[in-house]
């Protein structure tokens, strides 16, 4: 249905502390295997440490990797080294003007940046998926300064969508909430967002 409407990349939940949308490996799996380039094929992972987010991507067979948390444990090379051909998405939940320090010092290590509105020092981490706008002022700085495409998220809709773009100017626009209803894709409210996105 995403790529009908014409996505050019998919999005795949693994494992989140919360949030919509998360599915098992092994759906992961099967779905990456009929995404074809140019679309790319994401996994979101919650995973902190190099050696969890290899053993994630070896499980699953996605072309990019979104980390929706901070790297804790080993670094952005391990990564490269073990998979080479991965494309790396560092999330980057823009809380303030301490977000911008935060892309600045992650950017030259991966290949883009997402902007989202989660919170990662919740008692229970809201990764993504929060239905939730931040500032678009501070993504605006981040995508001036940063020398890598910039992905943003959190809280778009058909209604704001438009602005976003305007405002932050981003490499691309990402969606989860506002295209659902029941939790499911609906087909609906991807044509109204795509639309929107286009105008």
Same mark, same amino acid.
């Given at each position: 249905m995403a790529i009908a409407h014409g996505a050019d990349a998919?999005?795949?939940?693994?494992?989140?502390?919360?949030?919509?949308g998360p599915i098992a490996d092994?759906?992961?799996?099967?779905?990456?295997?009929?995404?074809h380039p140019p679309l790319a094929s994401f996994?979101?992972?919650?995973?902190?440490?190099?050696?969890?987010?290899i053993e994630?991507?070896?499980?699953?067979h996605t072309n990019?990797?979104?980390?929706?948390?901070?790297?804790t444990e080993g670094s952005y090379d391990q990564i490269r080294a073990a998979l080479p051909h991965l494309r790396i998405v560092q999330v980057i939940h823009v809380t303030g003007e301490e977000s911008i320090e935060q892309a600045l010092a992650v950017s030259n290590h991966v290949d883009s940046i997402l902007l989202d509105s989660g919170n990662p020092k919740a008692?229970?981490?809201k990764m993504g998926g929060t239905g939730n706008t931040h500032n678009w002022e501070i993504s605006k700085e981040i995508v001036?300064?940063?020398?890598?495409?910039?992905?943003?998220?959190?809280?778009? #809709?058909?209604? #704001?969508v438009k602005e976003a773009i305007q405002t932050v100017n981003p490499f691309a626009v990402d969606i989860?909430?506002?295209?659902r209803t029941n939790g499911r894709l609906d087909a609906a409210k991807l044509g109204a967002f795509f639309t929107a996105v286009r105008s």
């Open positions: 998919l999005g795949l939940v693994g494992k989140m502390p919360s949030g919509p092994e759906l992961i799996a099967s779905i990456t295997r009929i995404i996994l979101l992972t919650s995973e902190q440490s190099a050696k969890g987010i994630h991507i070896s499980r699953v990019t990797v979104q980390i929706v948390d901070e790297l008692a229970v981490k001036r300064q940063v020398p890598v495409p910039v992905f943003l998220a959190g809280g778009l #809709n058909t209604g #704001n989860c909430s506002a295209v």
